[in-house]
C-alpha cells in the first residue's frame, strides 16, 4: 500500500489524521535532524497501521510531502 503522508517535526505531541484527500497529516515531537523525523514517522504510521516497523519505506526522505510504502 502507498500513502501519501505531510509530516509536521516539532509538535507538542505525537498524532496522526487522515485528510479527506487521503493524505496523511503526521505531527511527531522529534526535530527534523539526522533523520530522527523520518523515524518518529515510521514509528507512528507502524502503530497506527499495526505492523513492523521494518514494513514501512520513505520513498522520499528529504521532502516534506513524504510518499510512503507499507508492506501489508
Given at each position: ?10 509538535s ?14 503526521i ?5 527534523a ?27 522520499n ?9 507499507i508492506?501489508?
Open positions: 500500500m502507498i500513502i501519501n503522508a505531510k509530516p509536521t517535526p516539532s507538542l505531541e505525537d498524532k496522526i489524521e487522515k485528510l479527506d484527500d487521503g493524505t496523511y497529516l505531527s511527531v515531537t522529534e526535530r535532524e539526522s533523520g530522527k523525523a523520518n523515524v518518529a514517522v515510521i514509528k507512528i504510521l507502524s502503530k497506527f497501521f499495526e505492523v513492523s516497523f521494518k514494513k514501512i519505506l520513505i520513498k526522505p528529504k521532502s516534506r510531502k513524504k510518499i510512503v510504502e508492506d501489508i
